[in-house]
């Protein structure tokens, strides 16, 4: 692929050159594992589980995993019209090459990018067609939060990781090791791997033709019920301090896990119900991740990640600390999936003084029935606190998130929304400022493992109806936007959600009708698969239509953690417009994913990575208060003495132990590694329960300030810049550094090249000086912006500093820091008044790859410095603008052959800027238009900037 780099849209993405990539020597690596995520490198980029992955199976030093993503359409089509097959960024390896390919799955609508991606490597669609030399053809594997319900990818996929993958995947490697080492073919490896806890092999299950919607049956008498695998304790697990840096990214920031699991409890959500327990990291592991994680990537924004941050019980005191080291260096924070009322003042007023992001609600449902029927746990109150609460610390927008078609759902809900809407715009009370609301409708999927796994979805037309029945009602109204999500998408994920095997035949059929990048509204079309649908003889209402609880189901052969009892009494509760608590600070529900005195966990217990405790003393003698199945995690110090040193308030007392009533588990669904363990010794460190921190939110309620007239009080809207610290505005010297961009960097656009200083600069430690106002930034300016694909010697950029530090240090702290192609040739101190002084001109050396076509770049120069004027049109921004640019060259001359290493014959020249500028990659294509077209030309043809040329007449560097 990278010879193909000079055609590819966004070729940075694929020339493997981001910091912190992991290279090694492929004659000292026993097993090559590509890490693949079925869409764009900004989306993989941004998925923090890869990360996770890559740091642990690189951490073998006879292991080495590679990332790739889904080349873009064009991307593709290239790839196929060169006959190249899809490889990976850091060695360019053809996936087929590999031991290993391993897919994060993380949603319905990526399964024909998975298609995608093997057919460019050329690697055989289905299991049944790839060869039993493992040699031959890769292990293709799959893990995500997506795959307790793949069955339409099963004929797909080897071996489907279920759970967290930070020990499944080196157990699923380590077997595979093994299997190359004896030559085993591919379906013996299968049949072994079936003992691995987590693993499913769905070659080890076959359909039943006469009832498709049930449960696959099992082939193999001892292997009936694979099950979710999850690590008991992640403080016990590696997290990547030093993770890739990308060059670009949907999230381009620092994602630091804080917790793992959700037991909110939300009736439609997936990941809330199978997610469990919750887990949270401790304050201690994460301040020495987050201090390592920045002092690695450099990144100038920090994002505490999981299913409901707000709900993290020390997320207080984490803050406060965190933002300590935010306000000294500048960083960002961002808290993503806050509920409603989940922050409190101290922290919004800290983050509001640092940088002021957006926010993002979501009620969920406009009616208050509806969200007990959903189990939101939000009230009116809590909703319309929230908004007064960021009115008063100077926030004036406030996006809301609203679903569809929910079970049960009227017009009066609907209607509801818009009054929710309103309420919140007006909260702070007649004569305040309002809010700008925008408001996000999404239609409800229902997905399996969840309370409402046996409602229809409603039909797209009735999605339009309901989301043309909201827009009436925000027509003309001040202060209210509203955006929805294409119904037609919706509508086939929910045809996906709850497939059964029967549906692989109908993704093949669309990927092969052209349809990849599904969850893309520009790449995006329903026609493909409905085509799809009608020759596999199926129909789209009969996968969105409704279930019988009680009846079998496709995902029915897995185990996820939770009892179907369970699911039936929220499904009951939620008819009944019951809510049911969040059992972190309340009674266990007895879903089944925890430990209790009444038996084990539904999922198997495993050692977790690093956890070396040996397993002694009963499950009843392993925690004193075993009754619990909600527990506060060991803590230095008290959580209240913590709490105090925060200003956290009292009532964030150390964890107490509250009995859980008795777990009742079927002995036909329980699975066998848990049912196994339930006698054996178990320690605290392997048991399955929530762990906390604080046994209870360590934020206090929030009180809205008022007048005397009890109106809210209200920053005003022209509110203060960010506060920042007086050292950092300080301009005690500026720097000119000089620097190479080759190889791989060339690929680099200017924005992405100022991305990457910009992190190498924080990670070296210089001090920056930053510029003042609502969005501070370091004190930076650039050259003229290099085409992407030229080289050059001679690049640099202006540095202020708010410390003198002598210019050789600048350059000992910053090169071993720069990627691959770039290093720091010259550093000087320059005045204040020629820092962004530009060059007159610059020199280039021109090459291509034969002999024969330097003699025809020779003649062309000839040719074009013997003309008087040359008129040159090009289109930019403003239209055509017209130019001589035979004014430009300013000297030319040809290298001998022994004077340029990778060509017979070379040009070298000076450009001159002094009447205007040009690309030159533009002026050379003018030149050479007698050798080629652009198109055929370019990606042989190898500029390289030499040297640029001031007003002194002198080169630099």
Known sequence: MRSLLPLLPKPSRYAGIEDN???????????????????????????????????????????????????????????????????????????????????????????????????????????????????????????????????????????????????????????????????????????????????????????????????????????????????????????????????????????????????????????????????????????????????????DEISFLSLSTGDFSALKTLCFNALDRCAREQIGLSLPSLRVGSIDDEIIERMADLRRTGCTLAPEAGSQRLRDVINKGVTEEDLLLHAQKLLEHGWRQVKLYFMIGLPTETDEDLAAITETCLKVRDAAGRGSPRLQVTAALSPFVPKPFTPFQWVPQISQEEIQRRVHFVRQQFKGVKFLKLRWHEPAMSHLEGILSRADRRMADVVEKAYRKGSIFTSWMEHFALAPWLEALEECGLSAQECTGERQPGSPLPWGHLEAGISEEFLLREWQRALGEKITDD?????????????????????????????????????????????????????????????????????????????????????????????????????????????????????????????EEGRLVCRPPASRPPKITAELTVKAAQYRIWHSKAGGCAYLSQLELQAVLDRALRRAGLPMAFSQGFHPMPLMSFGRALPVGVESRAEWFALTLHKVLPPQEIADRLNPLLPLGMEVVRVEFVDKSHRTEQAIAEAFCLSLPTPEENRQVVQCFEDFAALPELNFTRDTKKGPRTANIRAMLRQWEPLAPEQHENASEAVTFVADWSSGYLSPLLFVMAILQPVGMPDTLRPRLKLVKTAQIFADEKLYP
């Not at 080196?170 to 591919?186: Q, Y």
């Not at 008498?221 to 992640?234: C, K, L, S």
């Open 583 to 707: 059992c972190r600070y309340g009674a266990c529900r007895q879903c089944g994913a925890c430990d209790t005195k009444a038996g084990p966990s539904r999922m198997p217990h495993t050692p977790s990575p690093g956890c070396v405790a040996p397993l002694t003393g009963s499950l009843g003698e392993a925690v004193p208060h075993m009754g619990s199945s909600n527990d506060a995690a060991p803590h230095s110090g008290s959580p209240n003495d913590a709490a105090s040193a925060n200003e956290a308030p009292a009532d964030a007392q150390s964890a107490t132990t509250t009995d859980c009533a008795p777990l009742a588990h079927n002995a036909q669904e329980q699975s066998a590694p848990a049912s196994a363990l339930h006698d054996t010794p178990l320690p605290d460190s392997h048991q399955h329960r929530n762990r906390l921190i604080f046994s209870q939110r360590d934020q206090r309620a929030h009180q809205p300030s008022r007048d």
């Open 21 to 299: 990539v992991c290279r090694k020597d492929p004659q000292n690596v026993r097993l090559r594992v590509a890490l693949a995520f079925p869409d764009t490198y900004d989306v993989g980029m941004s998925y923090l589980g890869q990360k996770i992955l890559y740091n642990i199976v690189n951490s073998r030093p006879h292991w080495w995993a590679e990332r790739v993503m889904a080349p873009e359409r064009e991307a593709g089509d290239i790839l196929r019209a060169h006959n190249t097959p899809l490889a990976t960024l850091e060695s360019d390896t053809p996936l087929g090459q590999t031991h290993c390919l391993s897919f994060s799955i993380t949603h319905e609508l990526c399964y024909t990018n998975v298609l995608y991606m093997l057919d460019l490597a050329g690697i055989p669609l289905r299991t049944a067609d790839r060869p039993q030399d493992l040699t031959a053809c890769p292990l293709v594997i799959a893990g995500g939060g997506a795959l307790l319900s793949a069955e339409p990818l099963t004929p797909f996929i080897d071996i489907m990781v279920l759970g967290d993958g930070e020990e499944s995947l080196p157990d699923v490697l380590e077997l595979l090791e093994k299997a190359l080492d004896s030559g085993w073919t591919r379906e013996r490896l299968l049949l072994e791997a079936r003992h691995i806890p987590g693993v499913y092999v769905p070659s080890l299950f076959t359909a039943r033709p006469e009832a498709p919607t049930a449960p696959p049956v099992p082939l193999m008498d001892d292997y009936t019920r694979p099950a979710r695998r999850i690590v008991a304790d992640i403080n016990n697990t590696p997290y990547p301090a030093k993770q890739v840096v990308p060059v670009g990214a949907v999230h381009n920031r620092l994602s630091l896990e804080i917790a793992r699991g959700c037991t909110r409890g939300c009736r439609f959500c997936h990941a809330g119900m199978v997610y469990r327990p919750v887990r949270e990291r401790s304050l201690e592991t994460i301040q020495t991740l987050m201090d390592d994680c920045l002092s690695e990537t450099g990144f």
